[in-house]
Structures are given as C-alpha cells and as structure tokens.
C-alpha cells in the first residue's frame, strides 16, 4: 500500500497560478510546474497537484476528485458547492463590483430596476438585487463584461475589479461593491482521516507563513536611560531581547513587530531617542 498523499488543484494558468505555486514554495513543498502537464507530485511532502481550470476546482472538490483546493472566493460563492472554506490565504484580492457609465446618476440599487446588467457572475448578481428588492435583467456573458454598456448590450456591468483601470478605461464608474474576494483554501466534507492529517501539517506552515508576511523583526540602539520607555513602545511576541554594545551606555534591543502598527511605532521610537533601526523580514513565524 502506498503512502497516503493529500490532492490539491489550483489554476492551471492565468491570475492566481503564481501565487499559488510562491505559497507551496514558502511552505517548504517542492512541486516542479511542467508545461502542460495536468499532474504533480511534491518530492518532499505527501500531495499531488492537479492544474485545472479555476471554476472547475470547487466541482472536483465536491466530488473528492481532489481532497482541497486554491480558488477564488467569487468562484467559490458563484459556485455554491458543498464544500468547506477552509482558510483565507492572502493573494488574489480583488471585489466583484457593479459599474455603470461614467454620465449615469446612479443613486443606489434601485437605480438598477428594469436595466440590463451584463456579467459573469450570474447567481451572485441574482443574490445582490434579491436582496435590495431590485428587478432586473442579467446578460450573462463569459468575457470583456466591460464593452457591453459601450455596445448596447446592457446599462451596467458586475465584474471583478482590483486597480479599477479596465473600468476607467471603458468609461465606467464603480457603484457598488457586492463581495470582497481573495484566495481561499477549500476541502471536501469528507476528508478521510489521513488526509486531514496531512491538511493540517499543511495548513500549519500556511499559518506561519502569513503570519510571517505580516510581521517584521526590528533591531534598534538605545541609550540605557531611555529603555524603559523604549521597551515600553514595543508589543514584541513575549518582551523584547535586550543585549549590551560594545558603546558604554548603549544597548541593542530586538523585537516583533506586526506590520500595521509599523509606521507608527517607528515614530514613537525614534521620538524616544532609538537610533540604528532596522527592520528585517521574517521567512516563518511559530507561535
Ligand atoms: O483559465 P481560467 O478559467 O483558470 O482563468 P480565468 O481567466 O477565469 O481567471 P483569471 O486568471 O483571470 O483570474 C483568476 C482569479 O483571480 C479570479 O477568479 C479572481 O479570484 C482573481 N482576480 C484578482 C482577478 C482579478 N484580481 C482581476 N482583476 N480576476 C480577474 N480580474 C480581471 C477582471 O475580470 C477585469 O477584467 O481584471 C480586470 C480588472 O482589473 P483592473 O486591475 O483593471 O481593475
Ligand atoms: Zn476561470
């Protein structure tokens, strides 16, 4: 009998293949990517990839074709299979949104009543205008959702944004954002049991490397009078590591640093006399 092995799919190519592959890397998982292939196994760590298209993945994983899979929240949502989400994963952000012309005065959803709406996101379009009482026509299309108002095909559009340049450029304008969407980590309902074992080594090391991604480790000199209040600035993970220098009076202080409070705290600090700051990435966090 052969070794158990958990089966994951991501996309095969297009926006969230990179990111998917820079994720295993991260974790530690050697996958080799071969052009074309549909198949991979890591050489050092118990998975099989498979490379599908994304809207496929949450169908192959209701049916345990694969054991989990990396998708997008708007495909999951759109989708409405029986699976579970499982883990946010931090790439692939972006909103489904709805755009009409630039000219329109658009003054909330009822605005939308008995107008066309092109997209390729039917049924969480439907969901968006059943719950603001709206009637309206959807115009379900596959791609360049963005041309239809300019062709006549609809008056306004529902279609994933990120840096809202393809809406700029065809002349629409942002008006509702109807789901924020990133990556997730999806799975079968029925795991069995050794391949829950192996999702949970997995999702351990996606763990530390979000947390990692979101932190950063700070060193900085501060004279001894002022590490009181210096250390006093610092969250750290437990206290901060204090270390004499060379320099009489002088120490060096190491800590943690979550990366939202960072400007701020670096600030504070240098108010406080903390000079030589460095701030350095962290590759895993354990805690
Ligand atoms: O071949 P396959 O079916 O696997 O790929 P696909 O063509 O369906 O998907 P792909 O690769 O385009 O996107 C995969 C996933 O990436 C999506 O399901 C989202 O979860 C995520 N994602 C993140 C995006 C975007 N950002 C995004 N900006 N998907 C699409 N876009 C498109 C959007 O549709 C529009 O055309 O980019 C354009 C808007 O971008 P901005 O920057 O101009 O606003
Ligand atoms: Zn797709």
Known sequence: MGQAKLKLAIQKSGRLHDDSMRLLKECGIDVTNGVNKLKSEASN???EVFFLRDDDIPQYVEDAVADIGFVGENVVYEKKKKIDVTEKLGFGKCRLSIAVSKGENYTGPGFLNNKRIATSYPVLVEDFLKANNVKAEIHEISGSVEIAPGIGLAEAICDLVSSGSTLFMNGLHEVETILQ??????????LGEEQQAILNKLLFRIQAVKKAKNTKYVLLNAPNEKLEEIISLLPGMKSPTVLPLAEKGWSSVHSVLSESEFWD??????????QGILVVPIEKMII
């Open 45 to 47: 760590f118990p998975l």
């Open 265 to 274: 705290i670096i600030e504070k600090l240098k108010a406080a006399g903390a």
């Open 181 to 190: 969407s990133q990556a997730v980590l999806i799975k079968n309902q029925q």
